[in-house]
């Protein structure tokens, strides 16, 4: 993490990646805290879901897509829209581009310290995720003890579009609870409760009625939007409305351009327009 | 399919794919037909879910998975243990190798065509899959009228092992329900159901449970194991049995080796052994 001030045009395209389309949720974030930038968004569709994958080839998808948005879409910050591909690939990332690149954990992370005075937090994510104990060493780095559980189940949940339904509700129920029982059982008192994936804030309400009665949940979604806003500098930005006017967006997807078009709106929160289909040689 | 009598050898590999480990159903029951084959079994575990991506991609991955098989590992006769490559790259796999293909959907149409009196069929299994029609497509073939249902929450709660699970069996009662109502609503009187994807052999019981009295459950796995035998003219047979004595299995994976080994038993039944990772350039 670079601060990207000086070397910034005027109007500087912001990429965006995931290995879907769940990143659309930050991408949504974003356009929240800076309307007016540009935006390249890849989904890499065609080898999605990373959750389930190995450290080693979730880190040579990434560092494809990064230099995709890089190269050829001239992106001058990048924002790891992915909580997999930020547990495990920041690094193989920031080595594959020469800009400066924002995960979601240490975001998510930082908010979760903002708001716990218990200092004990809970974390849902991917199994991928969870297995590299990214969000438990970034709560350690701040101060917090972190207890994590992978949801495999909902991923597959939100995208039946079964967000509000009763089998939801009993799954997320199960997940809490389980991770209730393993954080009491290591003395802790949680008080907070990460979304550390990016399909998640669609489940946000149900995770809130689920949850027992003080503890908090945060997105880790418009946690990081407000970090990159902050990196570059942005808040409340006017950067780019001497174009268009318009928030512009490019979306990108290796693979099923038509389920991204489909159900991308269900994250972004409106018609994601028209998506290209690239190519990364996977 | 062509007969591959005449060119095996005395003691051939069948080469067993899938994009996953569900396809191991397959190998198992491959393993009841003819224990003292010898078997080669590749999980594109890097590359999966198949069932989600679009036509060309899935055509691609398998057919470098059955180049593999056949170049690296000398198989003589391939089954393609995945529904979604049997419905969407046949084709692209039977030009891609020179030996004899076997998929699992025709085996399973046949052995629908075998159980129903009504002639109406209903078939679950993957998004592609169903998308492909190749099962409805598959059934018209037999005489018989398929009424197919993509059932993607499947494939997620068996790998979470919510195999006997009150949560399993609602989302099964529920797309029950919903293909029966959509049966109904085309007139039809189904009395067969076909588990159209490998994953579902494991949920055989749950499906028997929700079905209305009548409908029989089918096993495209069993089927598929049948036909291999029959293609191959090794019903109940020796070969192999002069040489280890015990089937000889070697497992290949893209991806995810340990992943493989711990769940894989799940499917085959048994352990899977030591698991050997191969880099197929995705």
Chains 1, 2 share one sequence.
Not at 150 to 170: F, I, K, M, R
Not at 215 to 222: L, R
Not at 252 to 259: Q, R
Request: aromatic share 6%; with cysteine; proline share 5%.
């Amino acid at each position: 993490m670079t601060s990207a001030g000086p070397h910034l045009s005027n109007s500087p395209v912001i990429g965006v990646f995931d290995s879907g389309f769940g990143g659309l949720t930050v991408l949504r974030a974003l356009l929240a805290q800076m309307p007016y930038a540009q935006y390249a968004f890849l989904g890499d569709t065609a080898r999605l879901p990373y959750g389930s994958k190995s450290q080693r080839t979730i880190a040579r998808y990434a560092a494809e897509s990064a230099q995709f948005l890089v190269h050829e879409q001239k992106a001058e910050f990048l924002v790891i829209a992915c909580n997999t591909a930020s547990a495990l690939a920041m690094e193989a990332i920031q080595a594959a581009v020469p800009v400066p690149v924002l995960g979601v954990i240490e975001p998510g992370a930082a908010a979760a310290a903002a708001h716990s005075t218990t200092r004990n937090v809970l974390v849902v994510a991917t199994e991928a995720t969870v297995k590299s104990h990214a969000y438990a060493a970034a709560c350690r780095r701040q101060g917090l003890r972190g207890v994590e559980k992978a949801c495999p189940l909902l991923v597959p949940l939100v995208e039946e579009g079964w967000v509000d339904h009763p089998v939801t509700e009993q799954v997320v129920g199960i997940y809490v609870e389980e991770l209730m029982a393993e954080a009491r059982a290591a003395g802790q008192t949680p008080d907070t409760l990460v979304l550390g994936c990016t399909h998640y804030p669609l489940l946000r309400k149900v995770f809130e009625s689920k949850v027992p009665a003080g503890v908090q949940v945060i997105d880790s979604a418009e946690a990081t939007a407000a970090a990159a806003a902050g990196m570059l500098g942005l808040e409340g930005s006017r950067v780019g409305r001497d174009g268009a006017g318009e928030p512009r967006i490019r979306c990108f997807a290796t693979d099923s351009v038509e389920k991204f078009e489909r159900l991308g709106s269900r994250f972004l929160g409106h018609s994601v327009g028209e998506v290209t289909l690239v190519d990364l040689g996977g």
